[in-house]
């Protein structure tokens, strides 16, 4: 299940409107739209608020993998396991020695030779004992290999999450120069963000932004230039912000208020 399908159920099943979720993690409606949207994805730090939120680790919330489920851990118990075997074992070569000694003490004649009951006990519990270690040293060796493949499983899952996480980080890096700009704005922050797009076209080539206005669209530094030079001065304008596919700010719509 992907973060954002996680994140909607999570939030349903508390109760929460988008506008009350955004207040107590402290973004904007926005910011949760997104989130839900899958057009960004949320920080380190509010990834541990949202998981202290819903009461589920950070692991089964970045995880795709895995269900949203409250309260949910990796937990590995095969060391667990393995301690089990050991006292298990144990345990079975106590009852082992006490029966070969029992036993043993029966069929003794008189012609035998005298023998301790306690240390004859504790030799066969040792012989048997000895040979329990050496069936927990294979478990043992099993469990470091399944270990190992786990570990490596899940630093390729970390990995993953790690550029998702830093795809994300990027997005937000690109898009905060506009993040904010959307809505009835005066000329001169009109202008100013024809500006910035403007530059950022020339640093981001790989996300140019388009700009429309009056039914035209385009991304050419001087025709930009020339609608903001036509935007008439203590007016103001509907400023859209709309995105791309991957999240990224990719068309600035600039509207006529109608009066």
């Known amino acids: 299940m992907k ?46 608020e949202i998981s202290a939120l819903f009461e589920i680790s950070v692991e089964n919330l970045i995880n795709d993998s895995m269900e949203a489920e409250k309260g949910s851990k990796i937990e590995n118990k095969k060391p667990r396991r393995a301690i089990i075997y050991v006292f298990g074992g144990l345990l079975v070569a106590l009852i082992i020695a006490l029966i070969v000694v029992i036993c043993g003490g029966e069929k003794a004649t008189e012609e035998d030779k005298p023998t301790n009951p306690i240390s004859s006990f504790f030799e066969t519990f040792f012989d048997i004992a000895e040979k ?8 043992m060796d099993k469990f470091d290999e399944e270990s190992k493949e786990n570990q490596e499983e899940m630093q390729q899952q970390f990995q993953e999450t790690v550029n998702q996480m830093t795809q994300s980080f990027e997005k937000d890096a690109f898009n905060i120069s506009f993040e904010n700009k959307g809505g009835t704005r005066a000329t001169i922050f009109v202008k100013s963000t024809l500006d910035a797009v403007n530059r950022s076209n020339k640093k981001n080539a790989e996300h140019i932004i388009l700009v429309e ?30 995105y791309d596919e991957n999240g990224y700010v990719n068309l600035v719509k600039i509207k006529d208020i109608e009066k």
Do not use: C, H
């Open 3 to 48: 973060f954002e399908e996680k994140f909607i159920k999570l939030r349903k099943e508390k109760g929460f409107s988008q506008e009350e979720l955004a207040e107590k993690l402290n973004v904007t409606r926005q910011t949760i739209s997104k989130w839900e949207l899958g057009q960004t994805k949320p920080d380190m730090d509010k990834i541990k």
């Open 132 to 139: 329990g270690v050496e069936f927990n040293d294979k478990v």
């Open 213 to 242: 206005y009056r039914g035209k669209q385009t991304s050419e530094e001087n025709e930009i230039i020339s609608i903001k030079n036509n935007l008439k001065d203590f007016e103001e304008y509907e400023v859209i912000i709309d």
